[in-house]
């Protein structure tokens, strides 16, 4: 009992779109990563980093500090500090009041 079954190619079509979402999707992943660094070196910037490099952001969480009932976000980082060539990991922080503050260990 031997049955053969015919396969259907996929279209050109189907595969033109295809291309184009994972291209959309590439393009989305870089603009982000790179957005969120950028905001990150503005607020090192803010607190006295003014040479920095090789920033990359692991992490951005929304936080709520109690004390005052104030939102804001907190980002987890590693950059290079040119200045002092040292190479600096931590947390900072930026609320919806405009205040910065710091967790940071340089080595």
Known sequence: MSAEFEVRKIPKKT????LILMGAGLISMVVIKNGK??????????LGYTKVSN?????KTEFLNENNNVK?????????????NKECKGFVIKDFKRNVNQDLDCK
């Open 55 to 59: 920033v990359s952001v692991f992490s």
């Open 37 to 46: 660094a950028a905001k990150a070196t503005k607020i090192l910037h803010q």
């Open 72 to 84: 804001g976000y907190q980002y987890a980082l590693k950059f290079t500090d040119n200045i002092n």
């Open 15 to 18: 595969f033109v779109w295809l």
